[in-house]
């Protein structure tokens, strides 16, 4: 027996870098992306071998260091969908390599039977431009489930930070090349992305310092260790508490929580980034199994825990279902491969 009720949602925490399974380089070519995937809905009409689902708990992975915004939120929404499952969702941190970590475990389930989740960061879709050799496709190794919400991207520094603005910070970066430090949670990352397409617009050279997580990149802003955090809003709790100042958001609007914190459209950079993110399982997954879990975690979207949860970090809900996230993700793909190109960021093959 499980030494937890059935509907908890229990905390597994690991840095532990999982056994990469070498692939040939994927081209995910054009043709392919405008092709769009295989939906693995009920559309195909597969029949519903899961009316039992689910019979254990089942395991989600947030590939992000416990204590952060993405963690805190995954863990609210999962407590709702084990309420209505009735078995309990144990959340595993498996942070490091760029947020990967969780899409390739799915790659390497060959069960997919959905007791192995995860959520779907947008550097899934774009480490494969990027690596030499890929472990995994997200256009062919992944049943996508639900997309949950996205993220209030921006950049902040300490209270007394010399740098009142962004442009006091790129005008220095640029002035003192790569003495402008900012932390982010993954090399790769869509916050690290955006930071060196803003600094290419600007003429800046600015160094990145990852960590594992915001709960790590906070203490070293606050120490003066990095001059910055770009991130999710993480950090928004500490502006409001005086402790850091918001330079901009990357939003196509300004934050409910931030009226008074400029854009990066605003302030002349052509770029909007919230980062959409959902739940994802291996390939092949039964398509009864697919609705359960999709509609247990659409329901808990809405519960009151969760809401509040969302509130504290500025963010909202942002609902795909099935069909609709599936589709989606090609386009994203062939929109990281032009900042890819953009950035040279592909490593030698």
């Not at 084990?82 to 799915?106: D, M, T």
């Not at 991207?153 to 603005?165: L, Q």
């Not at 999709?294 to 519960?303: G, K, P, Y």
């Amino acid at each position: 027996m499980f030494p937890f009720g059935p509907w908890e949602c229990q905390d597994v925490r690991t840095t532990r870098q999982l056994p990469r399974k070498p692939m040939p380089p994927i081209s995910l070519p054009r043709r392919a992306l405008l092709a769009g995937l295989t939906l693995p809905a009920p559309l195909l009409g597969a029949p519903a071998l899961a009316q039992s689902f689910p019979t254990r708990p089942l395991r989600v992975v947030v590939p992000f260091a416990a204590g952060g915004l993405t963690d805190s939120q995954m863990r609210v929404v999962c407590e709702g969908a084990a309420r209505r499952l009735g078995q309990a969702i144990v959340v595993e941190n498996r942070s490091g390599a760029g947020g990967i970590l969780g899409a390739q475990a799915l790659a390497n389930d060959r069960a997919a039977d959905g007791y192995l989740l995860s959520q779907m960061p947008s550097s899934v879709f774009r480490y494969p431009l990027v690596a030499a050799r890929p472990p995994f496709n997200p256009l062919t190794d992944f049943t996508y489930i639900i997309q949950l919400t996205g993220y209030v991207f921006g950049v902040a520094v300490r209270h007394d930070s010399p740098f009142r603005t962004l442009r006091d910070a790129l005008d220095y970066a640029k002035a003192n090349p790569g003495r402008f430090t900012f932390g982010t949670t993954a090399t790769g990352g869509t916050p690290h992305v955006t930071m060196e397409q803003v600094a290419r617009l600007h003429g800046a050279e600015l160094t990145h310092v990852p960590f594992r997580g915001s709960s790590e990149i906070i203490p070293n802003v606050l120490n003066g260790s990095v001059e910055a955090i770009a991130s999710s809003s993480d950090w928004l709790p500490l502006v409001r508490e005086g402790r850091l100042r918001a330079l901009c958001t990357w939003g196509a609007a300004r934050s409910e929580n931030l009226p008074d914190t400029p854009t990066l459209k605003e302030l002349g950079f052509n770029i909007v980034q919230t980062g959409p993110y959902g739940i994802a399982g291996p390939k092949g997954m039964d398509p009864a199994v697919v609705k359960r879990i999709h509609d247990a975690f659409h329901e808990a979207l809405s519960d009151p825990e969760h809401l509040t949860t969302l509130r504290r970090f500025s963010m909202v809900v942002d609902y795909l279902d099935t069909a609709a996230f599936t589709a989606s993700i090609p386009p994203l793909i062939e929109e990281n491969r032009v900042v890819v190109e953009q950035l040279n960021l592909r490593e030698p093959r």
